[in-house]
T-cell receptor, first 115, second 114 residues
Framework: GAVVSQHPSWVICKSGTSVKIECRSL??????MFWYRQFPKQSLMLMAT?????????EQGVEKDKFLINHASLTLSTLTVTSAHPEDSSFYIC???????????FGQGTRLTVV | AQSVAQPEDQVNVAEGNPLTVKCTYS??????LFWYVQYPNRGLQFLLK??????LVKGSYGFEAEFNKSQTSFHLKKPSALVSDSALYFC????????????FGGGTRLMVKP
């Protein structure tokens, strides 16, 4: 199957700093990318959907000024957690697909720990 | 609104025995149904999906799932469990006209004991 790569796999940052997570589709062009968040022992929660070249659509309750999403190219989307706090510590996963109706492929996830 | 229920937080099974991980869903219109597996410290891996056609879907690693429209279920099964199958399993659904949104169940931890 297609490969989606996230970087970094894990990151520790200080409270108040910003962290950028990259999601790349390595062997296909992803018109749509999705960002999920997973709390311990809980399911994935969709945070936002981004289409290449346009603004991301955020799910209700997700602060768009805190979780900045950029999808500048067909192979790269970034999630920036701004002014991170300990409660932002979580597992963030991206997925990407070519087009509507096709399977989405998931990255390996990024574990963020804010201290 | 669409929703997914995985009624069991954990399923324990002995190696070599058959396993079932349950999933029921609620969605408007025809569902697209998926199963994913998550190993420790790893992202999700796709196992199988139902879009249309045969109700019995076969997927990776010997897993299969049966779509039952009348019971709105999509239970994951395997005839003979392996210790290496121990992981967290997620069922997901989206309506065929729901645009982007996949809704995930809460996950079921499968423990296969030797």
């Amino acid at each position: 199957g297609a490969v989606v790569s996230q970087h970094p796999s894990w990151v520790i940052c200080k409270s108040g700093t910003s962290v950028k997570i990259e999601c790349r589709s390595l062997d296909f062009q992803a018109t749509t990318m999705f960002w999920y968040r997973q709390f311990p022992k809980q399911s994935l929660m969709l945070m936002a959907t981004s289409n290449e070249g346009s603004k991301a659509t955020y799910e209700q309750g997700v602060e768009k000024d805190k979780f900045l999403i950029n999808h500048a190219s067909l192979t790269l989307s970034t999630l920036t957690v701004t002014s991170a706090h300990p409660e932002d510590s979580s597992f963030y996963i991206c997925s990407a697909r070519v087009q509507e109706g096709q399977q989405a492929f998931f990255g390996q996830g990024t574990r963020l720990t804010v201290v | 609104a669409q929703s997914v229920a995985q009624p069991e937080d954990q399923v324990n099974v002995a190696e070599g025995n058959p396993l079932t991980v349950k999933c029921t869903y609620s969605v408007s219109g025809n569902p697209y149904l998926f199963w994913y597996v998550q190993y420790p410290n790893r992202g999700l891996q796709f196992l199988l999906k139902y879009i249309t056609g045969d109700n019995l879907v076969k997927g990776s690693y010997g897993f299969e799932a049966e779509f039952n429209k009348s019971q709105t279920s999509f239970h994951l099964k395997k005839p003979s469990a392996l210790v290496s199958d121990s992981a967290l399993y997620f069922c997901a659904v989206r309506a065929n006209n729901a645009g982007n949104m996949l809704t995930f169940g809460g996950g079921t931890r499968l423990m296969v004991k030797p």
